[in-house]
């Protein structure tokens, strides 16, 4: 009977204890889906040959990843209807910024210097780009196309709180 019943027992052993199949990822919990979405932020910002940003406001949360894309709608070539998204830091003259970028050409009107955020690559009709950051400390950061003469028309403002 000790005999029938410890063969039994390892036939069981085999048999459940010995299985192969890979365990199943435990799927993440509803708190760690929305912890994940708070600490990341992907934002869209359409741009168009009427020289327009489609949101003039954009939001993020101090410290948040952000990966921002810039889609230009239009039909214009780069070097005719060029957009980009540049984000500058707290208190820049934006007047001044835009006219020291109107003379880097070389740069995709990007001046030198370390006013801005982010900012992505010069982009012609049909393109798309982007461009990831951490979102800066809590207060009102202003972001602008910088190709000439567009800057007036195509800004708005990042708030972050």
Same mark, same amino acid.
């Given at each position: 009977m000790k005999i029938k019943v410890s063969i039994l027992f390892i036939c069981f052993l085999v048999v459940f204890g010995c299985n192969d199949t890979p365990k199943k990822e435990s799927?993440? /919990? /509803? +708190?760690?889906? &929305?912890e994940k979405k708070a600490k990341e932020l992907n934002l869209i910002l359409n741009s168009n040959d009427q020289m327009?940003?489609?949101?003039?406001v +954009?939001?993020?949360?101090p410290g948040q990843k952000v990966t921002l894309t810039l889609n230009h /709608?239009?039909?214009?070539?780069k070097m005719i209807m060029g957009h980009n998204f540049v984000l500058l830091k707290?208190? &820049?003259d934006v007047d001044d910024f835009a006219r020291r970028a109107v003379e880097a050409i070389d740069s995709e009107y990007i001046p030198e210097g370390d006013e801005m955020i982010?900012? /992505?690559? +010069?982009i012609g009709g049909g393109e798309t780009t982007s461009v990831t950051f951490e979102a800066p400390s809590t207060g009102i950061y202003t972001f602008i196309c910088t190709f000439p003469a567009h800057y007036q028309l195509m800004k708005g403002q990042l708030i972050v709180k």
């Open positions: 799927k993440p /919990t /509803t +708190l760690e889906v &929305i327009q940003f489609d949101k003039k +954009l939001s993020a949360s /709608t239009g039909r214009g070539n707290s208190g &820049i982010a900012y /992505t690559t +010069l």
